[in-house]
């Protein structure tokens, strides 16, 4: 939940961002697991591990 709130989301859209289009393709579990362990973090580690979050995908060439 506080991952879809500093994104300034719902959390559907975090969970299912691209939920217009019909897909079959099940979440990860293990991702969720780490979600859900990140979220059991204080705020300002949940944000210094977003940041390093978002500096791997912007490395890897995938838009954040």
Avoid: C, W, Y
């Amino acid at each position: 939940m506080r991952f879809a709130l500093a994104l300034d989301v719902s959390l559907d859209e975090f969970l299912h961002p691209k939920a217009k289009k019909v897909s079959s393709k099940m979440p990860n579990r293990r991702v969720l697991r780490r979600m859900e362990r990140i979220d059991s973090l204080p705020p300002h580690q949940q944000n210094h591990l977003l940041k390093t979050i978002d500096g791997f995908l912007k490395g890897a060439g995938v838009a954040v």
